[in-house]
T-cell receptor, first 113, second 113 residues
């Protein structure tokens, strides 16, 4: 289970607030990803980054922002522009080059009050 | 973009029986097809994957088949056990285009003892 950590495990947010979800990996992986999972549904890609200081939008990037200042870290900010942010957020990483498999972190469950 | 459809959404089998889950994808450029198992509230765990240069892969009680012409792939679990009960997700990605995973909607497998 080690290698990718996410914090906090549970997060509560009031409407209109920005919150930042942490994702850290010590696997020396180049690529990192953020997915959102709604109850009873599959995962959808929010943002991904293949190298430091570079990231790309996924399918549902509106209302989210990311940064990739360090190889180990890929924080996700859920802004007040995200209309329905309550969901389970999963971070993943993948070794660059020939690597295929994505390894997932334990997730952060965000609830908007 | 890629679209992945997964069926059935729920599957109930008796312990010892086989279970089959099917997925179709839309982008013929996809060349990597992982299957993940997710227990309630936990992170997805990779159980098997297949690349487009092979048609079948087996790992003990689990096997995956791929039909590139028809653009579908299937997960086969034999001799099911209660601990196989979970939600299973298929996914597809293009290996040299960021390896972004597009997930199916998931199948809830229930193995009755």
């Amino acid at each position: 289970d080690g290698g990718i950590t996410q914090s906090p495990k549970y997060l509560f947010r009031k409407e209109g607030q920005n919150v930042t979800l942490s994702c850290e990996q010590n696997l020396n992986h180049d690529a990192m990803y953020w997915y959102r999972q709604d109850p009873g549904q599959g995962l959808r890609l929010i943002y991904y980054s293949q190298i430091v200081n570079d990231f790309q939008k996924g399918d549902i990037a509106e209302g989210y922002s990311v940064s990739r200042e360090k190889k180990e870290s890929f924080p996700l900010t859920v802004t007040s522009a995200q209309k329905n942010p309550t969901a389970f957020y999963l971070c993943a990483s993948r070794v660059g080059g020939p690597g295929w498999e994505q390894f997932f972190g334990p997730g952060t469950r965000l609830t908007v009050l | 973009g890629e679209n992945v459809e997964q069926h059935p959404s729920t599957l109930s089998v008796q312990e010892g029986d086989s279970a089959v889950i099917k997925c179709t994808y839309s982008d013929s450029a996809s060349n990597y097809f992982p299957w993940y198992k997710q227990e309630l509230g936990k992170r997805p765990q990779l159980i098997i994957d297949i690349r487009s240069n092979v048609g079948e892969k087996k790992d003990q009680r689990i096997a995956v088949t791929l039909n590139k012409t028809a653009k579908h792939f299937s997960l086969h679990i034999t001799e099911t056990q209660p601990e196989d009960s979970a939600v299973y997700f298929c996914a597809a990605s293009i290996r040299n285009a960021g390896n972004m995973l597009t997930f199916g909607g998931g199948t809830r497998l229930m193995v009755k003892p």
